[in-house]
């Protein structure tokens, strides 16, 4: 069992699924996390990873977070073969075992968007 932690921005909108063989709820999303360096081109190259999670876990995640939340992944790494056995390409996964919660809530980032006035700031 290989261990991993992770933190890096959510790519997309979430959308929870129901697991057809459980029937427990289920959610996959990819998080980018760039590098500290800078490659030829002078620009922090990024890594994105697949992340899975199960459960109460998934549920958590689809009611708070959306694209552009930030989190920290822990969980298991896991290895599964593509499609074409003949090209020996593996996709690389975290199945989450908890997820912490690193931006404000999606729905506070929505309403601070829309009304900017009513936000104070706080030093």
Request: hydrophobic fraction near 35%.
């Amino acid at each position: 069992m290989l261990k991993i932690f992770a933190i890096g921005n959510i790519t997309h909108d979430l959308e929870l699924r129901t697991n057809p063989h459980t029937g427990k709820p289920m959610l996959q999303f990819q998080i980018a996390s760039t590098r500290t360096y800078r490659d030829q081109t002078g620009t922090h190259p990024a890594d994105f990873i697949s992340v899975k999670a199960h459960g109460a876990l998934a549920e958590q995640c689809a009611s708070w977070l959306g694209k552009g939340s930030q989190v920290a992944v822990t969980g298991d790494l896991e290895t599964f073969p593509d499609q074409d056995p003949e090209q020996r390409n593996y996709r690389t996964i975290i199945k989450a075992k908890s997820i912490q919660f690193l931006s404000p809530r999606q729905a506070e980032r929505i309403e601070a968007d829309q009304h900017p006035e009513d936000t104070e700031e706080v030093c």
